[in-house]
């Protein structure tokens, strides 16, 4: 994904409306209607997070017939989990060195040593 891609979905999922409405379509296609339901705001106002949302790439609006449902496109949330895993794991190796630290002075200063584990 390109950076300017990747702007695009942070900036789309910057709004907890708009990140809600994800949730939403995790579980199958929604209407407009369907999606403003639980939103105490107007059609029209989802509509514009909707819009936010397709211009990112992450949900696709169909039509059939007099339905215009709208359902969640996965890759580039995928793409975006994957930037930042790499600073996940960055994070991961200074915590870990931290620790082995902390171990070599608990050891030095005679304190006994608890070493924890860490949930990936």
Do not use: N
Not at 56 to 84: N, T
């Amino acid at each position: 994904m390109s950076p300017d891609r990747l702007s695009v979905v942070f900036a789309a999922l910057a709004d907890p409306t708009r990140r809600e409405i994800l949730v939403q379509l995790s579980h199958g296609s929604r209407s407009v209607t369907e999606l403003a339901a639980p939103h105490a705001m107007s059609l029209p106002a989802i509509s514009k997070h909707l819009r936010v949302l397709e211009r990112s790439g992450l949900i696709a609006r169909e039509r059939a017939a007099q339905w215009r449902p709208c359902r969640l496109q996965a890759a580039p949330l995928k793409e975006a989990v994957d930037w930042i895993g790499q600073y996940r794991r960055h994070w991961e190796e200074r915590l870990d060195r931290l620790d082995d630290y902390l171990q070599e002075l608990q050891a030095k200063s005679g304190q006994p040593t608890r070493r924890k584990s860490r949930a990936s």
